[in-house]
T-cell receptor, first 114, second 112 residues
């Protein structure tokens, strides 16, 4: 069974640009969550999608958005990039999205904003 | 404000000894706790979990203890092995059960 895949693995952007990250969940998983990992803040929850609907959202500005497609693949978009957005962005998939179903993480996309 | 706190950024242990990683939380509504392990260049992987109705859960060399009154949990690894060297994250569910609230992690180094 293929794991969670994230593309691209590495990305370099400049301030003010926008970026789109992609996540393909494990086959059959309907929930996708996104997290931001930085050295100072650790892992922080961004949002969670289930069956194309955003069910839960963390405390991030509106520049961070996402969506989920009918095949459960998800994209995350960050507009008007700031230096502080440099981070490892992780997505995780699970069968139904409740924490009682284990979340499986992808390897992450390393975003560097110059 | 950090709702899940791992106050020790790093821990060094000798092979064969016990590793104890600690975690504190502030939200008394959390009812499910998990530990994840993360190697460099990989995503976190689930290690062990515990429900608030229990005070202990074991899985092989890994045991998690929960003290609800103190809002404290700990992960014990016995015996520690060099392959256990990684970043360990403590996490708790939000009330909806659809998101993980993570601590900042503790880097464990096990020397042979």
């Amino acid at each position: 069974k293929a794991g969670v895949t994230q593309t691209p693995r590495y990305l370099i952007k400049t301030r003010g640009q926008q970026v789109t990250l992609s996540c393909s969940p494990i086959s059959g998983h309907r929930s996708v969550s996104w997290y931001q990992q930085t050295p100072g803040q650790g892992l922080q929850f961004l949002f969670e999608y289930f069956s194309e609907t955003q069910r839960n959202k963390g405390n991030f500005p509106g520049r961070f958005s996402g969506r989920q497609f009918s095949n459960s693949r998800s994209e995350m978009n960050v507009s008007t990039l700031e230096l502080g957005d440099s981070a490892l962005y992780l997505c995780a998939s699970s069968l139904s999205g409740t924490i009682y179903n284990e979340q499986f993480f992808g390897p992450g996309t390393r975003l560097t904003v110059l | 404000d950090q709702q899940v706190k791992q106050n020790s950024p790093s821990l060094s242990v000798q092979e064969g000894r016990i590793s104890i990683l600690n975690c504190d939380y502030t939200n008394s509504m959390f009812d499910y706790f998990l530990w994840y392990k993360k190697y460099p260049a990989e995503g976190p992987t689930f290690l062990i979990s515990i429900s608030s109705i229990k005070d202990k859960n074991e899985d092989g060399r890994f045991t998690v203890f929960l003290n609800k009154s103190a809002k404290h949990l700990s992960l014990h690894i016995v015996p520690s092995q060099p392959g256990d060297s990684a970043v360990y994250f403590c996490a708790a569910t939000n009330q909806a059960g659809t998101a993980l609230i993570f601590g900042k992690g503790t880097t464990l180094s096990v020397s042979s």
